[in-house]
C-alpha cells in the first residue's frame, strides 16, 4: 500500500502531535487529514533517522527532507490485498495464520507474520463505523458556535444586530465557557479559543471544533484541512486540532449538548432584555454562565464547577508565557526591488530572494517574512500607504552606499556646485511626499556634475529653476541640448522670483501705450 509523501510542513505537524503530544495515528489522521499509514511511515522514517521532536525542531525543512527520504532502492516487496482477507476470514477455519502461508506460497520474499498482521489490522480500524467515546480529564475541548444567536440594538438607528455566540465545553466535567462575539469570521474565532483558555486557566490535550470554513478550510470525512492560524493555534498552546466528522454529531455531542443548554439557561433569559454594546452583552452573558456552572447536575450530584476543579484542572496543561497574537498569512513574489507587498505597503527580503515565492504573516504590530517554513525576514507592522519599510542587510552593496545619502548630504554636495544647484536639489526634495523620494533624482543630477562639470551644471540648475522643471530628465535635457549656455535675463537664486519672460512685438499685442488716450 503506497503511502503519501508530505510535506516539510505537514510532516513536522504530524511528528509533533506523534512525540510531543502523544496523539493516536487516528487522531492525527483527523487533525491533519494525513492517512493513518502514512503517519505511521512518517514516523518510521523519523525514527528510523534517529530522530525525536528535539532533533527535528532543529533541522531546516532540506536536512529534514534528505534525513527522511535518502535516495533508496523502491520496496519491491507486495502487499496483501486486505478486502480479499477481509472476505476470506469469514470461510469456517480460515485464519490469519493460514492467509499468511499461502500469502508466502504466492510471494516467498513477502513480508512477515506481524507485518502482514498489522496491515490488515490498520485497515480494518479505518472501517470501524463507530466508536464509543470515554472522555477522560483535561483531554477535549469541544467547540462551535449556537445555532440561535443573540442580538445587539444600534444605539443610533434601534435596529437588531445579530451577533453569535461561541460555546467551549470540556469532556470530563462538561464545564462551560461561553461569549458573544460580532461574526464568525478568523479573527473572531481564533480571540475565542484564546479567551476560552484563559477561562479554563490551562490548556486541554486537544480541541474538537465543527468542520465550519473558518477553522477548517477543506470539510472532509477522511482528509480535513485545518486553517493554518487555527494550526498555529495548536501549535502556541500545544494542542491537537481534530474535526469532528461531517454528519457525525456524536464526535462533537459535548457541545451540542452544551449549545442546547446555553440557549435554554442563557438565551432565553436574555430575551427581555436589550444591550447597546457587545461588552455589556458579554458581562450579562459571563453572570449567567457562573449560575449554569454552579448549577448542580441531576445526573452527576455536582455542579460543572465542583467537576471541573476535581477532574479537569489538575489534568489541564499550563498556559504558555505569552497569549497567542492573531496574524493573518498571504503569499507573496519577492519583487524586483526585493520588497513584497503586505497591506499596501512594502517590506523588504534579502535581495538575493528576488523573485522567490515566500509567505507572509502579519499581525497589528509586526510583518514577517518565511521561505520554505523559516523565518528569513521580521518587520514593525507600518500603516503608511505606499511606503518603504527597508532593512539595510537586505539591500545589495551598491545600493547600501546609495542609502548612506541623506537629504543634509545632498543639500552639502550640491551647494559645492553653486546656489542654483543647491536650490534645485532642495526644491526637489520638497516637492516630494518623501524626501527620499527625490534621493534618486539627485543623485543623477550629481552624476552630470562628473560629466559635464561643475559651471555647466550649475547653469542648467539655473535654467532648470526659471523653468520649474524639477527633474533629473530635464537637467540632462539641458545639458545635452546646451541650452545652459544660453544667456538668461537675470541671475535666479534660492528664494528669489523667476524672471520675466521678453516680450515679442506683434501686431495683436497692444502694448503699455495702448490705455494712454
Known amino acids: 500500500m503506497a503511502t503519501e509523501r508530505l510535506s516539510m510542513r505537514k510532516t513536522r505537524e504530524v511528528l509533533r502531535l506523534k512525540w510531543a503530544l502523544k496523539r493516536s495515528h487516528r487522531e492525527i489522521w483527523r487533525s491533519t487529514g494525513v492517512g493513518v499509514g502514512t503517519v505511521s511511515d512518517c514516523a518510521s522514517r523519523a525514527t528510523a533517522a534517529g ?28 502487499l496483501p490485498e ?39 489490522h490498520e485497515w480494518l480500524q479505518r472501517r470501524r463505523l463507530t466508536m464509543r467515546q470515554t472522555h477522560r480529564a483535561g483531554d477535549k475541548l469541544f467547540v462551535d458556535y449556537a445555532g440561535k444567536t443573540p442580538h445587539l440594538i444600534d444605539p443610533k438607528t434601534g435596529a437588531p ?24 469570521q478568523s479573527h473572531d474565532w481564533i480571540g475565542s479559543h484564546v479567551r476560552a483558555f484563559d477561562f479554563l486557566g490551562g490548556v486541554t490535550a486537544a480541541v ?89 447536575m441531576r445526573r452527576y450530584k455536582e455542579s460543572r464547577r465542583q467537576l471541573f476543579e ?34 499596501d505597503h512594502f517590506y523588504s527580503a534579502h535581495y538575493l530572494l528576488v523573485h522567490e515565492d515566500v509567505d507572509a504573516r502579519y499581525t497589528a504590530t509586526t510583518v514577517e517574512i518565511f521561505l520554505h517554513n523559516r523565518r528569513i525576514a521580521s518587520h514593525a507592522r507600518s500603516f503608511v500607504k505606499n511606503g518603504f519599510t527597508t532593512l539595510t542587510e537586505h539591500m545589495p552593496a551598491a545600493h547600501q552606499k546609495q542609502a548612506e545619502w541623506t537629504s543634509a548630504r545632498l543639500s552639502r554636495w550640491a551647494a559645492s556646485a553653486g546656489p542654483h544647484a543647491r536650490a534645485l536639489v532642495e526644491a526637489i526634495m520638497a516637492e516630494r511626499r518623501h524626501p527620499q523620494w527625490g534621493f534618486r533624482s539627485c543623485l543623477g543630477i550629481m552624476r552630470l556634475g562628473e560629466k559635464y562639470g561643475a559651471d ?62
Do not use: M
Open 161 to 184: 444586530i445579530e451577533v453569535e455566540l461561541f460555546l467551549a465545553v470540556l469532556g470530563a466535567s462538561n464545564f462551560t465557557f461561553a461569549e458573544a462575539t460580532l461574526t464568525q
Open 310 to 343: 476535581r477532574l479537569d484542572r489538575p489534568a489541564l496543561k499550563p498556559l504558555p508565557a505569552a497569549r497567542f497574537s492573531f496574524g493573518t498569512w498571504l503569499k507573496a513574489k519577492v519583487n524586483i526591488d526585493y520588497h513584497i507587498v503586505v497591506d
Open 51 to 78: 530522530l525525536d521532536w528535539a532533533g527535528v525542531e532543529r533541522l531546516t525543512d532540506e536536512e529534514l527532507e534528505a534525513k527522511l527520504y535518502p535516495p533508496a532502492a523502491a520496496e519491491s516487496r507486495p
Open 208 to 296: 474538537v471544533p465543527d468542520q465550519l470554513k473558518t477553522g477548517v478550510t477543506r470539510a472532509c470525512r477522511y482528509e480535513p484541512g485545518i486553517q493554518r492560524v487555527y494550526e498555529e493555534l495548536g501549535q502556541h498552546y500545544d494542542t491537537a486540532i481534530l474535526p469532528a466528522r461531517p454528519g457525525h454529531p456524536r464526535d462533537k455531542a459535548k457541545v451540542e449538548v452544551g449549545v442546547q443548554i446555553a440557549e435554554r439557561w442563557i438565551l432565553a433569559r436574555l430575551r427581555n432584555q436589550t444591550f447597546f454594546s457587545l461588552d455589556a452583552l458579554n458581562q450579562r452573558i459571563g453572570e449567567l454562565l457562573d449560575d449554569l456552572n454552579d448549577r448542580v
Open 456 to 517: 555647466r551644471l550649475e547653469a542648467a540648475c539655473r535654467r532648470a529653476l526659471v523653468a520649474h522643471a524639477r527633474s533629473y530628465t530635464h537637467v540632462a535635457s539641458i545639458l545635452k541640448t546646451g541650452l545652459d549656455r544660453a544667456a538668461l535675463p537675470a541671475p535666479v537664486v534660492e528664494g528669489a522670483a523667476a524672471p520675466a519672460l521678453p516680450s515679442t512685438p506683434h501686431e495683436n499685442i497692444r502694448g503699455r501705450t495702448y490705455y494712454n488716450n
Open 82 to 120: 486486505p478486502l480479499h482477507l477481509h472476505l476470506e476470514l469469514k470461510r469456517a477455519g480460515v485464519t490469519l495464520r493460514l492467509l499468511h502461508v499461502e500469502y508466502l506460497e504466492s510471494h516467498p520474499d513477502g513480508y512477515g507474520y506481524t507485518q502482514f498482521c498489522r496491515h490488515y
